[in-house]
């Protein structure tokens, strides 16, 4: 069968697209591996982890490019905004230890004055 070029075209079109459209699900998955690695590594590991991922980044096209990095990015900014959200909260916490210290030295300023007041002097012999 004989088919027309604009008709193999299309196809040709279609398979091409449904290749990059894999082959970016598949890139990210590898790359959300990779970084999966590249914080389990150690710090001497880290750097080398990270420069192989920044040149497979650089190999990429622009839309792979793009595309990837602003995932990289959306998880870093997802784990600084629960960082951020833990140190809110242990920043709170340590402001109201401090206010129930203060609260509780006050009060204990006051018994302290207020049995003072009530007890009698005794004079020294």
Known sequence: MIRS????????????TLLLMGSSFVM?????????????????KRVKLMNALKREIATMNKNERDATISALQTQNRSKQQVRQEV?????????????????????????FMKNRDETPMKSPR
């Open 5 to 16: 070029k604009g008709e193999i075209m299309k196809r040709l079109l279609l398979v091409t």
């Open 28 to 44: 990210a998955e590898s790359i959300d591996e990779k970084m999966q690695r590249i914080r389990e590594a150690s710090p001497q």
């Open 87 to 111: 140190n809110n909260r242990v920043f709170e916490q340590a402001q109201e230890m401090q206010q129930t210290q203060g609260r509780s030295q006050q009060q204990a300023v006051t018994d």
